[in-house]
C-alpha cells in the first residue's frame, strides 16, 4: 500500500512549468536565526544517530530552497528510532514518545468538495531555546473515509548548515504527496526551487 492512499483521478494533473527568472526579494529564501541555530544544534547531537532520520515539514523544505515560513522544526523518523533520538535530546525533552492521531489544519483538494486529512504517529515534542521540535516516528496519512497509508519511508538527501551535514526529507517525495493532496500551491513552490538551483539564482 502507498503512503498517500486516493481513489483514481479522472484528469490529468497539470504541473506548472516555469521559465528561468531572477527571484524577486519577497521570493528570497530566509531562516530564522534562532530556528538556524537550534536545527545545527540538533544536527550536531544526532550526527552518530544509528536510526533513520530528516527534517521534514516546512524546516526541511526551505534548507532545500523551497520558499516558505517554518514556524518550528520537525523530524520525520521511524518506530525505532524514536527512542534513540528521545534519548540523545533527552534533556530538552518535554513530551515523551506517544501514539497520535490527529487532523492537520490544510484539507485535501482533490474531489469537489474539501476532504479533512488526518496523520498518525509516535510523537515526541522538544524545545531548543525556545524553538519547538516535532518528532514524528512511523508517520502515516489518511484522507477522507480511505484505508490509513503505509509508514512514510524514504531516503534521506543531506544539505550542510553552516558546515553540519544534515538529512532532510527529499523534495520528490514532497511533491509526491502534495499532488496527491491536491496542493497544487506548494508543488509550485518546490518546482520554483528547483528551478533557482537548477539556475543557480536566489
Same mark, same amino acid.
Given at each position: %500500500? ?8 479522472? !484528469? ?20 530564522? !536565526? ?11 547531537? +544526532? ?33 525505532? $528510532?524514536?527512542?534513540?533520538?528521545? !534519548? !540523545? ?14 487532523? #492537520?489544519? /490544510? ?17 515526541? /515534542? ?10 514524528? $516516528? ?27 551535514? #544534515?538529512?532532510?526529507?527529499? +523534495?520528490?517525495?514532497?511533491?509526491? +504527496? ?5 496542493? %497544487? ?11 533557482? /538551483? ?5
Amino acid at each position: %500500500m502507498p503512503a498517500l492512499v486516493v481513489p483514481n483521478r479522472s !484528469k490529468p494533473l497539470n504541473i506548472p512549468i516555469l521559465e528561468s527568472r531572477v527571484p524577486k526579494p519577497e521570493e528570497l529564501v530566509v531562516l530564522s !536565526k534562532p530556528l538556524l541555530e537550534a536545527t545545527i544544534k540538533i544536527g550536531n547531537l +544526532l550526527n552518530d544517530c544509528s536510526a533513520k532520520w530528516a527534517l521534514g515539514g516546512d524546516i526541511g523544505e526551505i534548507l532545500n530552497g523551497v520558499n516558505v515560513q517554518p514556524d518550528h522544526i520537525t523530524i520525520l523518523t521511524n518506530a525505532e $528510532g524514536c527512542p534513540e533520538i528521545g !534519548k !540523545k535530546l533527552a534533556e530538552f525533552q518535554v513530551e515523551a514518545s506517544r501514539l497520535v492521531e490527529r487532523q #492537520i489544519r /490544510r484539507n485535501a483538494e482533490i474531489g469537489p468538495k474539501p476532504l479533512p486529512v488526518k496523520i498518525r504517529s509516535y510523537e515526541s /515534542r522538544f524545545n531548543f531555546d525556545g524553538q519547538r521540535l516535532d518528532v514524528h $516516528g512511523d508517520l502515516r496519512i489518511k484522507v477522507g473515509e480511505w484505508d490509513w497509508g503505509d509508514p512514510l519511508d524514504f531516503e534521506p538527501e543531506y544539505v550542510y548548515v553552516v558546515g553540519v551535514k #544534515i538529512p532532510v526529507v527529499p +523534495l520528490k517525495l514532497k511533491t509526491e +504527496l502534495y499532488l496527491g493532496l491536491g496542493w %497544487m500551491d506548494r508543488v509550485r513552490k518546490i518546482n520554483e526551487a528547483t528551478a533557482r /538551483r537548477h539556475h543557480k539564482i536566489g
